[in-house]
C-alpha cells in the first residue's frame, strides 16, 4: 500500500511533427496536459511458482491506483476555466486497475511445460480529467505483449495512424486485454525453445480516436500472432529471442504474414 505518490512531468524540446500531431488528436494533446499527478496506489503479488513439487503453478498480479481526489478538495478554478489547479498545476483525477494472472503447467518431468496468461486493465478518468495522463495509459505489442507487433504496434482498436514509421505515440489507451499461449520444452542443456500464440490490444473508453473506443465487438479486433522462441536459461538469469508473425490484424481478417516477422530481444521470460 502506497499512501501517496507524487509525480510531476514537463515536456521539453518538442519536434514540429510531435506538436503537429498533438493538434490533430484532442485526445492526444489532452493527455499531455495533466502532468502532475498525486495517487493512492495497492498492489497484490502471488506467486507460487518456486514450488517444483507442484506441476501446477500460479503467478497474480493486481494493482489498484486512484489520483486527484485529495486535491479535489484543495484545488481552485479560475473563472474560464473549466478543471481545476493546485499551486498554479492542473492535476490528474482518475482511477485505474488491473490484473495479471499466468498459470503454468508441467506436462512432465523433462522440461515441457505449457505457460497461459491474461491480462485486463482499465483506467476511468473522471472529475478534472477528460482523459489518462499519457504515462498512466496502456499500450500493446513488444517482448512482454503480443510479440507479432513492435512495441505499441497495436491499436486503439482498429485505428491506424497515417505513419507507422514515425509516429507509435499515439497508440495508447484505457483499456488492455491480452492473452497468451506458450509451449516451453528443453533443446540441449541450458537452451531452450518455445511455440507460442499471442492475441490482445488496447481500447479508449470514449470516441477519441476513429476506430478506437471499446466496442461489443472487440473480440474481432484482437491483434493476433504466432511463433517460435530460443531461451538460454541459465540457473535463473534467461536471455530470450522470440520470433513471431502476424496472424490477424486488428482491422482485417486472419492472414498469415509471414513476410514482416518481429524479432524479439529481452532478459527473462515474456509472463
Given amino acids: 500500500l502506497t499512501p501517496i505518490s507524487i509525480n510531476y512531468l514537463q515536456l521539453t524540446n518538442e519536434s514540429d511533427a510531435f506538436l503537429e500531431v498533438l493538434e490533430n488528436n484532442s485526445f492526444l ?67 485505474k486497475t488491473d490484473l495479471d494472472l499466468s498459470y503454468q ?33 496502456y499500450f500493446s505489442g513488444g517482448a512482454y505483449s503480443v510479440r507479432a507487433f513492435q512495441i505499441r504496434g497495436l491499436g486503439p482498436g482498429i485505428y491506424n495512424p497515417p505513419n507507422n514509421d514515425n509516429f507509435f505515440f499515439d497508440r495508447s489507451g484505457d483499456i488492455r486485454l491480452e492473452t ?18 499471442d492475441a490482445g490490444n488496447i481500447w479508449n473508453i470514449n470516441n477519441n480516436i476513429v476506430g478506437g473506443q471499446f466496442t461489443s465487438n472487440f473480440i474481432n479486433e ?3 500472432g504466432t511463433g517460435f522462441g530460443l531461451r538460454l536459461d541459465v540457473q535463473g538469469f534467461v536471455i530470450r529471442l522470440d520470433l513471431a508473425a502476424p496472424l490477424k ?3 482485417d481478417t486472419w492472414e498469415f504474414n509471414y513476410e514482416n516477422p518481429v524479432l524479439n530481444f529481452a532478459i527473462g521470460y515474456p509472463f
Avoid: H
Fill in 180 to 197: 497468451n499461449l506458450e509451449y516451453r520444452f528443453p533443446i540441449y542443456y541450458y537452451l531452450k525453445g518455445a511455440l507460442f500464440i
Fill in 105 to 137: 503447467y508441467d506436462i512432465n518431468k523433462k522440461g515441457q511445460t505449457l505457460v497461459g496468461r491474461i491480462f485486463s486493465g482499465i483506467g476511468i478518468p473522471y472529475g478534472n480529467s477528460k482523459t489518462l495522463p499519457y504515462i498512466k495509459q
Fill in 222 to 224: 484482437l491483434g493476433i
Fill in 249 to 251: 490484424q486488428p482491422a
Fill in 29 to 95: 494533446k489532452r493527455s499531455f496536459e495533466q502532468q502532475f499527478i498525486t495517487a493512492l496506489s495497492y498492489s497484490l503479488n502471488y506467486d507460487n511458482s518456486g514450488n517444483l513439487k507442484k506441476r501446477s503453478r500460479v503467478k497474480l498480479k493486481y494493482n489498484f491506483e486512484i489520483a486527484g481526489n485529495l486535491l479535489n478538495l484543495l484545488g481552485s478554478q479560475k473563472e474560464g476555466d473549466s478543471s481545476k489547479s493546485f499551486l498554479g498545476l492542473e492535476y490528474a483525477q482518475y482511477v
